[in-house]
């Protein structure tokens, strides 16, 4: 069973400051997993996880990472900027970007941080902006299809993704940074999403590796680090099972001790960027029941919609539902959950078994703390909610506050009407 982290009884108080919809983030359960995390690949001497901003850019959540000992992984401007404010320096921002403008790349180059090549072409583009740094990692991209070991399951086909090197041309751009001058080398790879497996990082993780090996004895330039990138995922649906991060680790390990540490490369780094696995449990989105209609169907209306949250509209992803205070009551209604967008699939949940909702209920929609506000958006003028901090002292902070008409209509002029 899925249990939401706040009670009836806190929202209450909460919601007499600071009226639903809005996000909702648990600093314990933040900084508890990131714990998990450190101590799983505390076996690699300079691992370091960077939190993939995009996921949940707000500063305040990020200042938590850093105290837990994460840098940030950034592939935009904003996200740099953000990064930045928060104190990250050099080498605890990595920028992992694709379709690069020039100014987010002479942005990444001022702010010192690592610079993670998309393309083999980008090599030209940096070189002529500001040189090749000393420290570049470039984004491995093996083609065909990726699988799994033991299920043989196709997870997802690297050959029609839009990012990374060929095989080819990442061995040739070690040759040609190292000739300009780089000094420190990574290697960079995201092939899967949202996977519920222990085996995949250290699948990847062996591709990776073996990629290494060959890289050092075909070009001479030893890798300084492997950065696994995002993809471990989370159980949405109660039945789902977790992965378990401390087995991740030791398959991991297994692969450094096979592949690596006989070839000589012991001494190599391994990073993760992950944004899901850090916060998408800890984050759940708080609204209310303000309609009901019984029409061919039974529908529940929310404050809230997909501007708020747009993974079911988007993707059609299932996101749990509690009934805040009717956690124990039999789930005998049937609803489909909706925002009030004038678009069909603003719906958060379709033929939900859930407790009978009435109006003025709390209605709690779990794992948004990872590409849930962050994905916000304006259509239909729907105003983005604000963000809260459920501190570990059990104190609420607003983090973010909601928009006001003020801020929709910031961009426009109407006095040239
Ligand atoms: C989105 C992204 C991540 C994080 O992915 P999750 O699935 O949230 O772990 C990491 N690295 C890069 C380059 C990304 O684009």
């Known amino acids: 069973m899925k249990k939401p ?12 400051n600071h009226p639903t919809p809005f996000h909702i983030y648990d600093e314990k359960g933040i900084r508890e997993n990131a714990r998990k995390l450190q101590k799983a690949f505390s076996w690699n001497k300079g691992f370091k996880e960077y939190f993939a901003v995009k996921a949940t850019p707000n500063p305040y959540i990020m200042k938590i990472l850093k105290e837990e000992g994460c840098g940030f992984d950034c592939s935009s401007y904003a996200e740099l900027v953000l990064s930045d404010k928060v104190g990250a320096k050099g080498d605890e921002i990595m920028f992992s970007s694709n379709a690069t403008p020039d100014i987010d790349f002479i942005k990444a180059h001022e702010l010192n941080a690592v610079i993670n090549l998309d393309d083999f072409t980008h090599i030209e583009v940096i070189d002529k902006l500001f040189g090749i740094p000393e420290t570049i990692s470039c984004r491995y991209n093996p083609g065909g299809e990726f699988k799994t070991s033991e299920k ?30 780089a000094k420190r080398f990574g290697m960079h790879a995201f092939l899967a999403s949202n996977t519920l497996t222990n085996d995949y990082y250290p699948v990847l993780a062996g591709i990776m590796f073996k990629a290494a090996v060959e890289i050092k004895e075909k070009t001479g330039v030893s890798i300084n680090f492997i950065n696994l990138s995002g993809g471990v995922g989370i ?11 401390e087995v991740i680790g030791k398959k991991v390990k297994e692969q450094f001790e096979k592949i690596l540490v006989p070839a000589g490369l012991g001494d190599i780094e391994i990073y993760t960027e992950l944004g899901r696995y850090m916060l998408a449990p800890y984050g759940a989105l708080v609204s209310t029941a303000i309609r009901e209609k019984h029409i061919y ?15 079911p509209a988007m993707y059609g992803s299932y996101h749990h539902i509690t009934v805040s205070g009717k956690e124990n009551l ?73 928009e006001t008409l003020d801020d929709y209509f910031a961009t426009l002029d109407f006095s040239k009407l």
Do not use: W
């Open 235 to 245: 159980p949405y649906k109660p039945d789902q099972k977790p992965n378990d991060i």
């Open 5 to 16: 982290f706040v009670t009836k009884g806190q929202l209450d108080e909460i919601v007499k």
């Open 297 to 311: 169907k039974e529908y529940i209306g929310l404050d809230a919609c997909a501007a708020n949250l747009m993974r």
């Open 330 to 402: 039999p789930c005998d209604h049937k609803y489909d959950v909706t925002g009030g967008l004038c678009e069909n699939n603003d719906k958060f949940a379709i033929d939900r078994m859930l407790p009978k909702i009435d109006i003025g209920d709390y209605i709690i929609i779990h794992d948004t703390g990872a590409h849930g506000h962050s994905m916000g958006y304006n259509y239909n003028g729907k105003l983005r909610s604000a963000e809260l901090l459920l501190k570990e002292n059990g104190q609420v902070e607003e983090i973010r506050r909601a």
């Open 152 to 181: 043989g399951n196709v997870m997802d086909t690297p050959s029609d993704a839009k990012y990374g090197f060929t095989h080819e041309q990442i061995i040739e751009s070690y040759k040609v940074l190292k000739e300009k001058g």
